[in-house]
């Protein structure tokens, strides 16, 4: 089994800034995709940023200068640098990950983190 486990939520003043971590652990062969969704109650869960096996990004209009997607693939493990912080920013941050399970197969299943709170006050 893959789990996904999140890290570096918390509450944070207007335009202060916030890094999360996901670290990926568990029996696999490679993580492809990897990427941090958002949610506030009544609303559908939403794409933040996204980055590749290769370093390629990208990021939600709303969150473009303003965070950072990066990863290190050693580690397992897809950071989200967040600054310039706004009250709209808060939600619940979730770790998205395309996990390959092992080398005989191309086929990826998705994985998901237990979320971690963001706040922004005004």
């Known amino acids: 089994q893959v789990q996904l486990v999140e890290s570096g939520g918390g509450l944070v003043q207007y335009g202060g800034s916030l890094r999360l971590a996901c670290t990926a652990s568990?029996?696999?062969?490679?993580?492809?995709?990897m990427a941090w969704y958002r949610q506030v109650p009544g609303k559908q869960r939403e794409l933040v940023a996204r980055?590749?096996?290769?370093?390629?990004?990208n990021y939600a209009d709303s969150v473009k200068g303003r965070f950072t997607i990066s990863r290190d693939n050693a580690k397992n493990t897809v950071y989200l640098q967040m600054d310039s912080l706004k009250p709209e920013d808060t939600a619940v941050y979730y770790c998205?990950?395309?996990?390959?399970?092992?080398?005989?197969?191309?086929?990826?299943?998705?994985?998901w983190g237990q979320g971690t709170q963001v706040t922004v006050s005004s």
């Open positions: 998205n990950a395309a996990v390959r399970r092992d080398w005989t197969s191309y086929n990826t299943n998705d994985y």
């Open positions: 568990g029996r696999f062969f490679s993580i492809n995709t």
């Open positions: 980055i590749t096996a290769v370093g390629s990004t």
